[in-house]
């Protein structure tokens, strides 16, 4: 078994990576911003970061950090698949842990740096140490990491438990612009779609629409358009095996089926065909 397939995790990283520059998995996970500035884009809400803020999310809404060229940029990512951890979690009545995940699917908790949240970044360090020592033949390497996950899943719960959560409020108008075009977009990608339409149907400029959408998420609209049609095809590709490439790539919007092909291949490495019999071989060996 490779456990870099059920788990990652990175502690404090300030490197910038471009091949996720908008991405949707189906991991969850726990981003915790540390420092810097990032506006964060979770499906069709945006976030303004601060220290100590935590999201937690299902993966599967696009999602993209977008943050100045040349600032400071200090954060810690975990995934982890729910299936490797759905059986401890059964054992010690925990599935309640997973429900920020399932239910809300994602939201922010604001921690202000608190002592629940010097707690978490220590677990998340050790995390870290112990992935890298499985690595190196550590053969209790996992028992461990399912230990650290727990506490680290129970420590969040806590904190969103604190009325820590964070409902977007007192936006500013671009953000509003913003948020509605990403809303439009998810409800229409499937349709053909383009900024002129966008911006016929929401009553603004074409303009107005391309510039404030670049700004506040670091899309462009075209982007995003894609973006969502990718993440509803990874969806399908796994949950509905018995459909075929073509049907797939039609309902999620694509007009032709090279095109498709194309842009799947470029995107996620590998083509729709071998993606899609790799999540099912993962899938049933998580539940064998």
């Known amino acids: 078994m490779n ?16 091949q996720m520059d908008y991405h949707s998995h189906q991991e969850y996970e726990i981003y915790f911003f540390h420092s810097g500035s990032c506006r964060y884009l979770i499906h069709n809400q945006i976030y303004d970061l601060e220290p100590g ?16 060229n040349n600032g400071e940029y200090v954060r810690s990512i975990l995934h ?35 002592d629940e949240s010097k707690e978490l970044e220590k677990l998340l360090l050790r995390l870290e140490d112990i992935s890298r020592s499985q690595y ?4 209790y ?10 506490q680290i899943l129970v420590i969040v719960n806590r904190l969103g438990q604190l009325d820590s959560i964070q409902p977007p409020n007192n936006k500013v ?25 966008i911006a016929k149907t929401l009553s603004l400029s074409k303009s107005y629409v391309s510039h404030v959408f670049k700004e506040m998420t670091g899309f462009t609209v075209m982007e995003y358009v894609m973006g ?15 459909k075929s490439l073509k049907e797939i790539a ?37 539940n064998g």
């Not at 397939?5 to 910038?16: A, D, H, I, P, T």
């Not at 842990?97 to 809300?104: E, P, S």
């Not at 190196?136 to 053969?139: I, Q, S």
């Open 80 to 114: 982890f698949s729910p299936h490797w951890i759905k059986g401890v979690l059964k054992e010690l009545g925990g599935m309640y842990l997973l429900n920020v995940f399932d239910t809300l699917h994602h939201c922010l908790i604001r921690t202000k740096e608190n």
């Open 228 to 242: 969502c049609r990718l993440t509803q095809v990874k969806y399908l590709l796994e949950m509905e095996p018995d």
């Open 53 to 68: 803020d935590i999201l937690v999310m299902d993966g599967m809404a696009l999602h993209k950090a977008n943050i100045p």
């Open 141 to 150: 390497a996992e028992t461990e990491q399912k230990i650290l996950l727990l």
């Open 250 to 286: 039609f309902e999620c919007g694509f007009e032709s089926v090279s095109h498709f092909s194309r842009y799947f291949k470029e995107k996620v490495g590998v083509t729709a065909r071998e993606f899609r019999q790799k999540r099912l071989k993962i899938y049933s060996g998580e």
């Open 173 to 197: 108008e671009k953000t509003c612009h913003a948020e509605k075009i990403a809303t439009y977009i998810q409800e229409n990608y499937m349709s053909k779609l383009t900024i002129d339409s």
């Open 3 to 18: 456990l870099n397939e059920y788990l990652s995790v990175f502690y404090r990283v300030s490197e910038r990576w471009p």
């Open 136 to 139: 190196l033949g550590n053969k």
